[in-house]
């Protein structure tokens, strides 16, 4: 049945959603489990309720909506979180865009089989204790010392958050146990990048979601006087940092070009004007849609940095915090994402995804689909996040039509 989702509908939940948690800088600011984002739960829930749909939430926080059948589930979604002063379509448009399509099929009364859910995870975005806890306690229990002993990137613990809430630890390592059988996981979001609107096309398949490796690394040195101490004695940890910033920049660009590395987060130590820094933190991300790569780019990281430190008289260590390998999206549902799309007479491209989301998690459990659509200038994670509407009623009614074939 060729029905369409009710596009002035999807919009005003967008925007009524955007209104919680604004920031004065003029984002939205809705970590998980702050003030904000425990207000535009219960929003949520209000919505499925309103829609016809059953109302869950696991102990991680996990709200769902779901239209009953039998056989393994079909399930679509994203998040609601945001980063700090974010924007109103990272995340969102995946759970509104799932709400209204099954609201769309509850209301045409569509024949089915399979049941149907709507989800929304918890912090996606990394703010409490890694990325992706909610969709990750979904799968499997999340180490219970991370949880008791983890601080979030405000520097509060974990455990001082979940006070302010209904959760508790024993819940998120309990919530994997609430989870039903997935058949597929499907997520529309914004692409985060500028290619789609570069191509000028409206959709965009996702073919491969790339792997991530992300270190905690340290070069220690000696802390001495600037004054003092000449330059071919000193052992400047942040000049360790510079040197292998560069060089290691220049090796995945050369010789593993469109993979990414990122020093995200960097801490001086002692930090002082009148000393030479002894210590330096950092934060090291880096991707591929290639697993071999990803091993290679492991490696020759790795004995960078070692080089550079023996070098510069300095110390080098690292711990990996998350690791994970690329997931390439089935041929079946690209092909039928490629079908629709062309039955729909939308323009598409196939693309890989960057950035993990919630989909590169449940793919272990469930085949997984992403849909993208253009974002302005390809800015996100800001107040600048902007889309097109027209981009948006294409992507939902995409993702309609394969919710109700999978569903059958």
Not at 136 to 160: S, Y
Not at 165 to 181: C, L, M, S, W, Y
Not at 292 to 300: D, G
Not at 361 to 366: E, N, P, T
Request: charged residues 25%.
């Amino acid at each position: 049945m060729d029905i369409r989702i009710n596009l002035d509908r999807l919009i005003k939940d967008i925007e009524e959603l955007g209104q919680i948690g604004l920031d004065p800088k003029g984002g939205i600011s809705r970590p998980s489990f702050s003030g904000a984002d425990l207000e535009a739960r219960q929003w949520l829930k209000d919505r499925i309720k309103n829609a016809g749909l059953q109302v869950r939430q696991d102990g991680a926080g996990n709200i769902f909506g779901r239209l009953e059948g039998t056989g393994k589930t079909i399930m679509a979604g994203s998040h609601i979180d945001t980063v700090i002063n974010g924007g109103m379509f990272d995340g969102s448009i995946g759970v509104l865009s799932a709400l209204e399509c099954l609201r769309r099929i509850n209301e045409e009364g569509i024949e089915r089989t399979k049941p149907l859910e709507v989800a929304s995870f918890t912090d996606e975005e990394g703010n409490l204790v890694g990325d992706f806890l909610g969709s990750r306690a979904f799968i499997v229990p999340p180490k219970r010392e991370l949880l008791e002993k983890g601080k979030t990137q405000f520097g509060i613990p974990f455990v001082d958050i979940l006070k302010n809430t209904e959760f508790n630890i024993d819940g998120i390592v309990e919530a994997h146990k609430q989870r039903p059988e997935i058949e597929a996981f499907l997520e529309i979001h914004i692409e985060q990048g500028p290619v789609l609107e570069t191509e000028n096309k409206p959709i965009g398949i996702v073919e491969v979601i790339a792997g991530k490796n992300y270190w905690v690394c340290q070069f220690l040195g000696e802390a001495s006087h600037a004054g003092t101490t000449p330059f071919e004695l000193r052992r400047d940890a942040l000049l360790g940092l510079a040197d292998f910033a560069i060089k290691s920049t220049q090796y995945v660009a050369t010789h593993h070009y469109g993979s990414m590395l990122t020093i995200g987060r960097v801490q001086v130590h002692p930090g002082a004007f009148t000393i030479i820094p002894g210590e330096v933190d950092f934060s090291l991300d880096f991707r591929s849609t290639s697993k071999q790569t990803l091993i290679e780019m492991e490696k020759t990281l790795a004995s960078m940095a070692n080089d550079v430190a023996s070098t510069r008289g300095l110390q080098f260590s690292s711990r990996v915090v998350d690791k994970s390998s690329p997931v390439v999206i089935p041929e079946k549902i690209m092909d039928m994402m490629k079908k629709e799309s062309d039955r729909l007479d939308y323009e598409y491209i196939t693309l890989p995804s960057g950035a993990g989301h919630d989909a590169k998690i449940i793919a272990s459990v469930a085949e997984p689909g992403i849909i993208f659509i253009p974002c302005e200038d390809g800015i996100s994670h800001s107040p600048k996040e902007k889309i097109k509407w027209e981009d948006l009623d294409k992507g939902a009614n995409l993702l309609l039509q394969m919710l109700m074939k999978l569903s059958r």
